[in-house]
């Protein structure tokens, strides 16, 4: 290399001076960019998460300790490998969700490809009212049957036959699907979702289960077009928004938007929590207030949906970058949920956390000044009232009900729930992109 | 978009395209993406592959819909601020920023300002080859093929000969920069800032007194009024020095694999008849070029093969699958010096061609084709003839070879032998 | 002056019309055309000069 050094120059063979850096007066160099200071003060590496780490084997198992890494070190990660930027730090994610402005949500119609999707009727008010007078009504009786079913049975899985069950026979109830086809529409549905995914495979077949829903759908909406019920696929078919008549696609089409995510991973979640922190699970089943706060601490520390996607509209300059219009952010619920500087502890699951907001979070405005965790599945948080009075609450709060109703009405029935001997469950996804829950949690208890 | 009927069994699970194996031998995928996946959309990595030849060449010659900029020439993106070479003319798209910069400099690189520089490129192969023509052997990689273009730039930038080790430290560092893997980052920032403190007095005298050297060229040439600034001076050195560089060195030595262990047989041909040297480079162009891939950023909604892009989304141009695409190409698994099918002389930015055969994609088509093609072309021919020249009864000095690869993700480089070992006789 | 095009000579090679878009285009072969009849403004006559130079076929020529 260079030959001579004199001074604090370098000179090089040909006697040309090799300048260092100009200093400043405090002594750190200066950075031609901002950029280049972003990457160059992380120490020697600049990379401390190669983006390959991100779609590992590692990743799908536990994602939280990789992401904790790009939340401490890179406020805007650029994920080369799968053309993305990782939003990682609590206030930046949820302030991604109040600017409709800059960064745009695709439905999974828009995943899916549909040309000229029917029209998805989640938001429409008849709708949610329908629901909640509905899940209020029958919440508890559904879960006493599953509850009941499972006591005479001495011990089970909760994961499946306690969450997931509970969350398919709510909505199998609510559409009023008949109980012979049960079987078939659950795995409809369930293909139908999982095709959002970016397997291939996955999603040829979940277009198929989209098309044999809708051919299995047809008669039954033909039927209750002329004789209303009172279940949710009635209602929907008198919504007729703008006045055009709902179609059998609108039906389809609100079913596959609808999040069937988080009740089923969320109550699977709080279980495993509680059964692998014994303390807390003493807490939780003491009292429904208590078990409602372990739901909600549940929804910020093992979050079911561990991610969302938002897309660019235009170029724009944020958090610490300029992001190319179009690009694909993946805003990290698993990051931003234990942010430690909204947290303390946040690793930790505590069921009476002080510092978390216990009211239905509004994005970025907090109730009571507190955070409340991130749950990507049940759309825009809410910018109503949480009890309101001219209009159902949301689909957040219900959610959060119905879960802590059903879980109630577990522990009403089953005394002594513990984890089957032997047994260490853990969380994780089907494949990485899936929701992160838990599969198998065997348990025993007696029947009270 | 609907899905097009999908042949059952030929879908591909885009976590194949980060596997090893992928990097060592992507053609089988290849076949599969130009056969049943004309368009492939990578949801995974979040980005659409064009893999046949038509379409890779329509898509370069589309600039309008296909745009190589991430950011626009008038937003609030500090140009070079986020590419290791600093502001050079690879991050601009379809603009006039673009057109400015390569009008300026392009003419540097052909007809005759070219061949005021073919002595030159004689004599450094013949001081590289002195250098091991008495050993009986040499490790063509790095004895020759990476010795042989950092001093043909460095020497046409008309810089110190005594600094060309410092300048093959730099450019190593700033090919490997161009990955991902931060270290590689780290480092070749650094070595190119060092390579700029350097080149800043040069370009300030040369601005005053030029001379005939290409650097020189660049501080004084003028294009509509305007010249390059100082900084886009420096990107493009760090550019030329990289991207000139590294591209031509992996050439002379993929050249050499293939004569040694794809088509011995053809080895003969080519020492008898130094013109076939030509014939090898386009064919090694073909069959497996230095850069494979070229990344786009869609403008619009694209309709292509039954499927629609959407805009904004960014797509990968595979060049590579489309080298090898029956659709243009007679037995394009083969490799062959002799190959009537192929354009074997000058390749041009149009990719259109008087004796109607189609040219190879290695170079991309149109507004950003390879600027250095004909340097490339010239520099490795001259190269490789005088080293077959000098020796005789040349061979390989192992049966078997692990064959050509990419370099791991993580830095960049692109595709060559990692070592290529071959005996001979004075 | 006019820009004319020696189209035995021309060989595809695409400087003129990738290099001076506002003067020549390229036809379906990847021949050129020439897309301003007289060139009379100063800024593009120096550009269709240009063009001529650079033209590795020498197939451009300019005329009264």
């Keep these: 290399m260079a030959s001579v050094i004199k001074d604090d120059q370098v000179i090089g063979k040909n006697g040309v001076i090799i300048r260092k850096h100009p200093q400043r007066s405090d002594g750190s160099p200066k950075y031609r960019t901002y950029e280049i200071y972003q990457r160059e003060r992380v120490g020697e590496s600049t990379e401390k998460i190669k983006p390959g780490q991100l779609i590992s084997e590692n990743y799908r198992q536990d994602p939280y300790p990789t992401v904790a890494v790009l939340r401490e070190h890179y406020p805007c990660y650029r994920d080369w490998l799968s053309n993305s930027y990782w939003i990682t730090e609590y206030n930046d994610v949820t302030s991604i969700f109040s600017d409709e402005a800059n960064f745009e949500t695709r439905p999974k119609t828009w995943v899916y490809g549909l040309e000229n999707p029917g029209r998805n009727l989640n938001e429409e008010l008849p709708l949610l009212e329908a629901e909640e007078k509905f899940t209020d009504a029958r919440a508890d009786e559904i879960a006493t049957t599953i509850a009941v079913s499972l006591a005479q049975k001495g011990h089970g899985n909760l994961a499946t036959e306690f969450a997931a069950r509970f969350a398919m026979n709510l909505l199998i109830t609510s559409l009023d699907i008949p109980s012979a086809d049960a079987g078939q529409f659950t795995s409809l549905f369930w293909r139908m979702q999982r095709g959002t995914s970016w397997n291939p495979a996955l999603r040829e077949d979940g277009r198929k289960a989209l098309d044999e829903l809708t051919h299995y759908l047809e008669p039954l909406v033909a039927t209750r077009k002329k004789q209303p019920g009172e279940d949710l696929i009635s209602v929907m078919i008198q919504l007729a928004p703008s006045d055009e008549p709902t179609t059998i696609d609108d039906i389809v089409v609100t079913l596959l938007e609808r999040d069937h995510e988080t009740l089923h991973?969320?109550?699977?979640?709080?279980?495993?929590?509680?059964?692998?922190?014994?303390?807390?699970?003493?807490?939780?089943?003491?009292?429904?207030?208590?078990?409602?706060?372990?739901?909600?601490?549940?929804?910020?520390?093992?979050?079911?949906?561990?991610?969302?996607?938002?897309?660019?509209?235009?170029?724009?300059?944020?958090?610490?970058?300029?992001?190319?219009?179009?690009?694909?952010?993946?805003?990290?619920?698993?990051?931003?949920?234990?942010?430690?500087?909204?947290?303390?502890?946040?690793?930790?699951?505590?069921?009476?956390?002080?510092?978390?907001?216990?009211?239905?979070?509004?994005?970025?405005?907090?109730?009571?000044?507190?955070?409340?965790?991130?749950?990507?599945?049940?759309?825009?948080?809410?910018?109503?009232?949480?009890?309101?009075?001219?209009?159902?609450?949301?689909?957040?709060?219900?959610?959060?009900?119905?879960?802590?109703?059903?879980?109630?009405?577990?522990?009403?029935?089953?005394?002594?729930?513990?984890?089957?001997?032997?047994?260490?469950?853990?969380?994780?996804?089907?494949?990485?992109?899936e929701m992160h829950t838990c599969w198998k949690l065997p348990v025993t208890f007696s029947k009270k | 978009m609907s899905e097009a009927k999908k042949t059952p069994g030929t879908e591909i699970d885009p976590r194949v395209f980060d596997t090893p194996e992928f990097q060592k031998d992507p053609f089988p995928i290849y076949q599969q993406l130009r056969d049943h996946h004309p368009i492939y959309h990578d949801r995974f990595h979040n980005r659409w592959i064009i893999s046949r030849y038509w379409d890779v060449d329509g898509a370069f010659q589309d600039n309008e819909s296909y745009d190589r900029a991430v950011y626009k020439p008038d937003g609030p993106y500090d140009f070079g601020s986020r590419h290791v070479f600093g502001p050079n003319i690879l991050e601009y798209g379809n603009s006039g920023e673009h057109r400015r910069l390569r009008n300026i400099v392009a003419g540097q690189f052909v007809g005759q300002k070219l061949q005021d520089f073919i002595p030159m490129i004689h004599q450094i192969a013949d001081e590289v080859i002195d250098s091991f023509i008495d050993d009986g052997e040499v490790e063509i990689v790095k004895q020759f093929a990476s010795q042989v273009p950092i001093r043909v730039i460095s020497n046409m930038l008309g810089l110190p000969r005594e600094d060309e080790d410092t300048f093959v430290g730099w450019y190593q560092a700033l090919i490997a920069g161009l990955g991902f893997g931060g270290e590689h980052l780290t480092a070749g920032l650094k070595a190119r800032n060092e390579m700029w403190d350097y080149i800043d007095p040069l370009i300030a005298e040369r601005s005053k007194n030029p001379g005939e050297d290409l650097l020189s060229r660049m501080c004084v040439a003028e294009m509509d009024g305007s010249k390059m600034t100082a900084e886009e001076i420096k990107g493009f050195v760090a550019l030329l020095l990289a991207a000139g560089g590294d591209t031509t060195e992996k050439a002379i030595a993929n050249m050499w694999y293939h004569l040694m262990y794809t088509r011995p047989d053809q080895l003969q041909d080519v020492i008898d008849n130094e013109d076939l040297w030509e014939n090898t480079f386009t064919e090694m162009m073909r069959y497996d070029p230095v850069v494979h891939a070229q990344f786009r950023h869609t403008t619009r909604e694209i309709q292509i093969h039954n499927d629609v892009i959407p805009e904004r989304a960014g797509v990968i141009l595979y060049l590579g699958a489309g080298n090898r695409d029956e659709r243009a190409f007679k037995d394009p698994n083969t490799f062959d010096i002799h190959r009537n099918d192929l354009h074997m002389g000058k390749e041009n930015r149009s990719g259109r061609y008087k004796d109607g055969k189609n040219g190879h994609l290695g170079f991309g088509i149109g507004q950003h084709f390879c600027m250095g093609y004909a340097m490339a072309r010239q520099e490795s021919a001259i190269a490789c003839s005088k080293l077959a020249a000098r020796i005789k009864n040349s061979r390989p000095k192992y049966a078997e070879h692990e064959g050509i690869s990419s370099p791991s993700i993580d830095s960049g480089g692109f595709r060559t032998p990692a070592e290529l070992w071959m005996k001979f006789d004075t | 002056m006019k820009v004319k095009v020696d189209k035995e000579k021309c060989c595809m090679s695409g400087e003129c019309y990738y290099n001076h878009p506002e003067l020549f285009k390229m036809d379906d072969e990847g021949h050129t055309i020439v897309l301003v009849d007289d060139v009379t403004d100063p800024r593009l006559l120096k550009h269709a000069k240009e063009a001529a130079e650079v033209c590795p076929a020498v197939a451009i020529s300019l005329q009264d």
């Excluded at chain 1, 093992?302 to 610490?320: D, M, Q």
């Excluded at chain 1, 509004?362 to 001219?390: C, M, N, T, V």
């Design chain 1, 265 to 433: 991973g969320t109550l699977a979640n709080l279980w495993f929590l509680l059964l692998t922190h014994p303390e807390e699970h003493q807490q939780a089943i003491s009292d429904r207030r208590l078990m409602k706060l372990a739901y909600l601490e549940t929804l910020r520390h093992s979050t079911p949906v561990i991610y969302a996607h938002r897309y660019a509209r235009h170029e724009v300059e944020r958090f610490g970058r300029l992001i190319p219009e179009g690009a694909q952010l993946v805003c990290s619920a698993a990051a931003a949920n234990r942010d430690p500087k909204i947290f303390n502890d946040p690793n930790k699951f505590i069921v009476d956390r002080k510092d978390m907001c216990q009211r239905e979070s509004r994005g970025q405005y907090r109730a009571d000044g507190l955070a409340a965790g991130i749950a990507f599945g049940l759309g825009k948080p809410s910018i109503h009232p949480a009890i309101p009075e001219d209009r159902p609450r949301s689909r957040y709060a219900l959610t959060r009900d119905t879960a802590v109703t059903a879980s109630q009405v577990l522990v009403s029935h089953l005394d002594n729930i513990r984890l089957a001997k032997g047994t260490s469950p853990k969380l994780s996804a089907l494949t990485v992109g």
